[in-house]
T-cell receptor
């Protein structure tokens, strides 16, 4: 069964460093997303991406964040200068169309120290 | 703003017993509703979805959900729980768009 895969599963980084979280969405899906879940809190939408551009982003997704689809299979989230409050589980998701269900990866746990 | 409410933070149920998890949504137009499950250390797995049509939807692992427009609710049920159903359950809504708004989740514990 097709699935969304994320790497790495865990990442520890020092405050101020850049991190790139990687995702391989399901191959025939057209819409890609990043969500995050701070420990003990709800899952929050960060950004959606379609046709090689951001289609929607939340207030959380400020200039420190960027997304990219560098090739035909990968979808990345970059945090330029990490802060302690960026520590969270980051989920990548994809959906075939705009209004169909999203399938999630296993997540990357980011710890900023 | 769109919101999803899950009033129960923690629920403990005996194995073999039935379950109902409550969810209320706020978006006025026809909602697109989902239930996801997150097992410890795992990602979010889709249990079921409601877009339109029959208000009772079947999902995986024996779960069902009923959409009630008059109550703005989308409750998840299971007639007989297994110990492996212990997990956190999230209700979510896109409001017809593609951005999921999640509830705060309900942590389910299953006692043997």
């Amino acid at each position: 069964e097709p699935e969304v895969t994320q790497t790495p599963s865990h990442q520890v980084t020092q405050m101020g460093q850049e991190v790139i979280l990687r995702c391989v969405p399901i191959s025939n899906h057209l819409y890609f997303y990043w969500y995050r879940q701070i420990l003990g809190q709800k899952v929050e939408f960060l950004v959606s991406f379609y046709n090689n551009e951001i289609s929607e982003k939340s207030e959380i997704f400020d200039d420190q964040f960027s997304v990219e689809r560098p090739d035909g299979s990968n979808f990345t989230l970059k945090i330029r200068s990490t802060k302690l409050e960026d520590s969270a589980m980051y989920f990548c998701a994809s959906s075939e169309y705009r209004d169909t269900e999203a399938f999630f990866g296993q997540g990357t746990r980011l710890t900023v120290v | 703003a769109q919101s999803v409410t899950q009033p129960d933070i923690h629920i403990t149920v005996s194995e073999g017993a039935s379950l109902e998890l409550r969810c209320n949504y706020s978006y006025g137009a026809t909602p697109y509703l989902f239930w996801y499950v997150q097992s410890p250390g795992q990602g979010l797995q889709l249990l079921l979805k409601y877009f339109s049509g029959d208000t009772l939807v079947q999902g995986i692992k024996g779960f069902e959900a009923e959409f009630k427009r008059s109550q703005s609710s989308f409750s998840l049920t299971n007639p007989s729980l297994h110990w492996s159903d212990a997990a956190e359950y999230f209700c979510a809504d896109t409001g017809g768009g593609n951005k999921l708004t999640f509830g705060t989740g309900t942590q389910l514990k299953v006692e043997l």
